[in-house]
């Protein structure tokens, strides 16, 4: 069963930067994948998305502050986030994009507070 490993949250203040890291199990060669948020009390929601080719697309309140990227050699998907709000604040996940999605990991917490 593949597995899927985030970490590099933490916490921030405002307008600083992390970058998130998710690790597979095995080959994401060939899958489009995706970083999720869930904030407290909310829906998980899709933050940013990256085809088997490269080709990204963003929600539209990360747009210009997330880059999503991919190193199928590592099996690895990266999230770089700048100017980080407090509105950011949730458990980041990954994982691949519908409809071949897998069991979820148990994400990353991102804090965004003074």
Known sequence: QV?????????????????L???????????????????????RE???????LGSTVYTDSVKGRF?????????TVYLQMNSLK???TAVYYCNRRPPYLITWGQGTQVTVSS
């Open 3 to 19: 597995q899927l490993v985030e970490s590099g949250g933490g916490l921030v203040q405002p307008g600083g930067s992390l970058r």
């Open 21 to 43: 890291s998710c690790a597979a199990s095995e080959s994401i060669n060939g899958y489009a994948m995706g970083w999720y948020r869930q904030a407290r009390g909310q829906e």
């Open 46 to 52: 899709l933050v940013a998305h990256i085809g088997a």
């Open 67 to 75: 880059t999503i990227s991919r190193d199928n050699a590592e099996n």
């Open 86 to 88: 407090p509105e950011d």
